[in-house]
Each structure stands twice: as structure tokens, then as C-alpha cells.
């Protein structure tokens, strides 16, 4: 079934924010002293103005600007220790969204995942949490201290002249029609713009992760023109966003000056007829000023403020989807003895439920043993190691581990009593030794030495510009793949795991590359239980027991000798490599 979130309202993000809120009080608190601090500039530019124009008033207006300077330069300090207090609380706030969102990644189902573009996934990572970000920066350096400050010109102003005061106080029915009118605008076109965004990335992600694809079959022209489409929605729903935020700031802002219009020339007209003085005018266009500041403020930020919500509404789909593995047993021992079960598993992927690739599949692999999956492609071979490492959840039946149901084994734990060498080797971006500690992180340089040489690895790594410290680019892109193939199993050598899992490590090698990676996995097998999923069928002739597999049922059990002389299935796969068909090729639920 689709993960479908609880609808969220516009006020998760508030409480989420107000949840953090007690990280913030000292930026806060120095950004309102900002605000406080810059208030009384309004009452001294009165003074000054009110002044009788004559030299006995000098000293009286050197005495007032003394302090108008003074506020000016509280002003300027409260602001910059204010800003950088909020600014490392900020980022402290948005390093724990940051790995919230992994940590949930980490943890929901490759059934969930597989349907996600790892763009789209990154977008939330990345450029979500950078726009609640950069709402909450406005919001606390910004809109709560320009609202102390107007509130508290609006004290002062009240005190010089309550009448003018009432005139501004017009804004607020013109503000709130606005805001009526465009919200639910405003709302679609930032969530229509996520969209895009997610799109986008996800698409640039794709292909540029596929470059050398691309490049191989000279398809450049149809990786832009992909890029070209995406990219052009984005910028289609960045225009509609930019027009519909723009019309709305404009019929503020057009509202807002002509109020203050209206304000000056009635202040003016009472100035002339004797009612207020001068100064006070003055004083009340600069405090018209510092009221304006707040309410342009809280206008600008309809546009981060939809932006933010969009993102965060983003981030809590993923944080409260209920695709997360329900694996959640306890269970841990020094070290399983790699005794596994499967009974009467079955199995269908989320994505095509009318398709069983695992049929009330029985089977027993005693401890120490090596067992091969073969079958055709989409038999079901790698679904079943799948399983067994827990990365999906049998749809019926069970696994058992050492006689105790898979479920009630600690999830984490129980991936650490095994190891997996893949046919497409990943390899993170960091160095040899990274690579290969990457398995066992507490491991010594020399533990990993020794790994490596069991790997059959070292030669090759010495040869290297820095050895053991040589970077290997991402994915190990500077590697080749006999390379990429000894370092993975290096790794799987260093973690020493009871239970072991071989997804055709020799496949597509040169012959040297090939004979020196199966000594070194030959060396990786003895003691333990081993699981071979083969493509090529040569590489299982010394496997204790071979599993053929066809449509996710168990159509024929024995060693190589055996099959090969049954005629059966084993035998056609058998003939049907020989003659160069790809029947083994691996595919999805393979």
C-alpha cells in the first residue's frame, strides 16, 4: 500500500520551531536589545527639531545627538553578537535535521526506497532543510526584534500624538485582505515549485551519476534534453511562484505608501495649524519608518515562509512515514553459528503485488555449508539473500537464524554477523584503508594489512601513489574493477562473519583478476557459511550443495556432479551458457 502522511497544518512548522526554542533565547534577547536600543531615536530627532534655532541651543543638541550616537553604536553591537548567536544555535538546530532525516533514511524499507529517486531524496537532505533554515534566521534575527522595535515605536508615537497613531493602524485590514485573498495562491505555487525542484534534482542526479553511460552511447543529446525539460518546469514554476508572491508584496506595498502618504500630509496639515510641533512631525516619518520596516518585513517573508513550509512539510513525510523496517527484536550472542532456515517463505514486492517472486519456499543450510542460488533471471536467487539480510520482510512464513525467528534477532547486530561481496563493488569515497577499516572501524592499520593480504589486494595497493592512503574517487571510479573486487572482499575479511554472501564476485573480470579474487574469496569462505548467487555457473563447481531456482520455487537440490548428470534444469542452464545466452543475467527479483 502507498505511504500516504497524515495531512500537516500550517502550524507544524511553528511547533516545531517553538520546540526548539529555549537554543535561542540569548540571540534572541540580544537582537531585541538591538531593536530597544534604536527606539529612542525617535524622541531625540523630536528634541533636536523642537530646539529654538538660536546658539544657546548648541550645547543642548550636541548633548542629544551624544546619545543619539550611543544608541546608534548599542545598536551595532547587540545586532552583530546577536546575529552570531543566533546564527550558531541555527546551525547546531539544523546539523540535528540534518541527521534526523538520515537516521530515518537508514531505517526505512528498500520497498519504500526503491520507488524514490535518490534526487528527490537528496532535495529533502539538502535544500529542504535550507529553507526552514533560512525562514528561522528571518524569523529570529529579523521579524521578532523589527516587531519589538515597532511596538515599541508605537508607544512612543502614541505618546506624541494618539491620532496620527490610529491612521496607521489602517494597515492592518489592508495586510489581512491581502493575505486572505493570496494564500491559497501563494500555497500552490510553492508546493508546485518543491515538486520541480525534487524533479529536477533527481533527474541531474540520475544522469549525471550516468555519464559514462551516456557518453558510451553517445546519447548526450538525449541526457539534455531530459535535463532541458526538467529544468524548464522548474523555471515555469519559479516564474508562477515569483508573479503570484510579487503581486501580493506590491498590493501591500502600494497600500502601505499611500497610508503613509496620507499620514505625512494630515501631520503636516496639523503641524501648519499649530496641533503638533515640527519635531513631532519629524519624529513621527522616522517612526513611520520603523514601523514600515517591520510590516515590508513581514510581507517579504510570505515567500520563505510558504518555502519553508513546503520543506518542512517534505522533510515530515519522510520522517513520519510508516515504511520503516519492523525488525525491532533484541536478541544478540557473541557470534551465530550461521545455522538458517527458511520456512515456507513468500514473498512479493510493494510495487507489483499481483507478482510472487518467492513461492512457500522450504529450505535448511546447516552451518559452515556452501549453498549457490542459480536460476534464471527474476527466480528469485538474490531476493532470497535479500531477505536474509533483512533489507525486506518475507510477505509470508518466516527465517529462522540458529533456531530463533529472524525478527526477534537485534537488526543491526545481525547484519554485523555477516558480510556481502557484490558484483558491482561500492566503494565509498575516501581512501584504501577507509574502504577497507569501513567494516570494522576500531580495526588497526595493520588488521587491515593483513586483510588486504589475504584479499590478494596489497601488491596492487602498494603499487598506488600513497599506498594504503591513496583516495579511490567516488564509487572507486579510479579503481578497476578486479581492484574495486579485491578491496570489497578485503573488507568482508576484516569483519570475519559467521555468515557470508556472494553475489558473482568474479563476474565480468579478466582472467588474472579472476583467478587471483577466487583464491582470495576461497580463503574468505573456509569455516563459514557461505551463499553464492551465481550467474556463472563455473565458479560453483566446489559448492557443497546448489539450489536451482525457477519463478521463486526450488525445482532441483545437489552438488554440480549430480545436476549436471540429471538432465534437468541445472543441465539447460548448463547448455544454455555454453552457447552465450544471457539466461543466468541478473534482473529484478533476480
Not at 543566533?86 to 546551525?91: L, Q, R, V
Not at 524499507?109 to 533554515?133: C, I, N, P, W
Not at 570489497?488 to 583467478?515: F, G, K, Q
Not at 539450489?547 to 520455487?553: A, H, K, M, Y
Request: hydrophobic fraction near 45%; glycine fraction near 8%; charge should be neutral.
Amino acid at each position: 500500500m502507498q505511504n500516504v502522511p497524515n495531512p500537516l497544518e500550517q502550524r507544524d512548522l511553528v511547533k516545531y520551531l517553538w520546540a526548539a526554542r529555549r537554543r535561542f533565547w540569548g540571540g534572541v534577547a540580544l537582537a531585541m536589545l538591538r531593536s530597544v536600543a534604536i527606539a529612542p531615536c525617535t524622541l531625540i530627532i523630536q528634541r533636536i527639531i523642537d530646539r529654538p534655532m538660536e546658539p544657546a541651543s548648541i550645547p543642548a543638541i550636541l548633548h542629544l545627538s551624544g546619545w543619539f550616537v550611543l544608541c546608534l553604536v548599542f545598536h551595532y553591537l547587540f545586532s552583530v553578537w546577536g546575529a552570531r548567536s543566533i546564527a550558531k544555535s541555527m546551525a547546531q538546530l539544523m546539523v540535528e535535521m540534518r541527521s534526523r532525516i538520515f537516521y530515518r533514511l537508514q531505517f526505512l524499507t528498500f520497498s519504500y526506497l526503491d520507488g524514490q529517486k535518490s534526487g528527490r531524496l537528496l532535495s529533502k537532505y539538502a535544500f529542504d532543510t535550507q529553507k526552514v533554515e533560512g525562514l528561522l534566521y528571518l524569523v529570529l534575527n529579523q521579524l521578532f526584534p523589527n516587531l519589538i522595535m515597532g511596538l515599541c515605536i508605537i508607544g512612543i508615537l502614541a505618546w506624541l500624538n494618539w491620532f496620527l497613531l490610529l491612521v496607521l493602524f489602517l494597515t492592518i485590514p489592508i495586510y489581512a485582505t491581502a493575505k486572505a485573498f493570496f494564500f491559497g495562491k501563494i500555497k500552490r505555487v510553492n508546493n508546485e515549485n518543491r515538486l520541480a525542484q525534487e524533479k529536477l534534482t533527481g533527474t541531474a542526479s540520475e544522469y549525471i551519476s550516468a555519464l559514462r553511460l551516456v557518453r558510451s552511447f553517445g546519447e548526450e543529446d538525449q541526457a539534455e534534453r531530459a535535463l532541458d525539460h526538467s529544468s524548464q518546469s522548474f523555471a515555469t514554476s519559479r516564474v508562477s511562484q515569483s508573479y503570484v508572491n510579487s503581486l501580493f508584496g506590491t498590493y501591500v506595498h502600494v497600500g502601505m505608501q499611500t497610508l503613509s502618504l496620507i499620514v505625512i500630509a494630515g501631520g503636516a496639515v496639523m503641524a501648519i495649524h499649530g496641533q503638533i510641533s515640527t519635531g513631532t512631525l519629524f519624529a513621527f516619518m522616522a517612526g513611520l519608518g520603523y514601523i514600515l520596516g517591520p510590516v515590508h518585513m513581514l510581507i517579504g517573508m510570505s515567500e520563505p515562509y510558504f518555502a519553508a513550509q513546503e520543506g518542512y512539510t517534505s522533510i515530515k513525510e519522510l520522517i513520519d512515514s510508516r515504511y520503516v523496517e519492523s525488525w525491532h527484536g533484541q536478541r544478540t550472542e557473541e557470534r551465530i553459528r550461521g545455522d538458517i532456515v527458511y520456512e515456507n517463505v513468500s514473498f512479493h514486492y510493494p510495487t507489483a503485488p499481483e507478482k510472487t517472486v518467492i513461492q512457500k519456499l522450504n529450505l535448511s543450510i546447516r552451518p559452515g555449508e556452501h549453498v549457490a542460488f542459480v536460476g534464471p533471471s527474476g527466480s528469485g536467487k538474490s531476493t532470497l539473500a535479500n531477505l536474509l539480510l533483512g533489507l525486506y520482510a518475507p510477505t509470508d512464513g518466516r527465517i529462522l537464524i540458529d533456531g530463533v525467528p529472524q525478527s526477534e534477532w537485534h537488526m543491526r547486530w545481525m547484519r554485523r554477523q555477516m558480510a556481502v561481496v557484490m558484483q558491482d563493488s561500492i566503494l565509498l569515497s575516501g581512501s584504501v584503508l577507509d574502504n577497507i577499516r569501513f567494516a570494522r572501524p576500531g580495526a588497526t592499520e595493520e588488521e587491515v594489512r593483513q586483510a588486504a593480504r589475504l584479499a590478494n589486494a596489497e601488491e596492487f595497493i602498494l603499487k598506488m601513489p600513497e599506498g594504503y592512503n591513496t583516495a579511490v574517487g567516488e564509487r572507486g571510479v579510479a579503481l578497476s574493477g578486479g581492484q574495486r573486487q579485491r578491496i570489497a572482499i578485503a573488507r568482508s575479511i576484516l569483519r570475519n562473519p559467521p555468515v557470508l554472501i556472494l553475489d558473482e564476485a568474479t563476474s565480468a573480470l579478466d582472467y588474472e583478476s579472476e583467478r587471483l579474487i577466487q583464491e582470495a574469496l576461497d580463503r574468505l569462505s573456509e569455516g563459514r557459511t557461505v551463499i553464492t548467487i551465481a550467474h556463472r555457473l563455473s565458479t560453483i563447481k566446489n559448492a557443497d550443495r546448489i539450489v536451482v531456482l525457477r519463478e521463486g520455487v526450488i525445482v532441483e537440490e545437489g552438488n554440480f556432479k549430480e545436476l549436471s548428470a540429471r538432465k534437468g534444469v541445472f543441465a539447460e542452464l548448463i547448455a544454455a551458457q555454453s552457447a552465450g545466452s544471457d539466461f543466468l543475467g541478473d534482473g529484478e527479483g533476480a
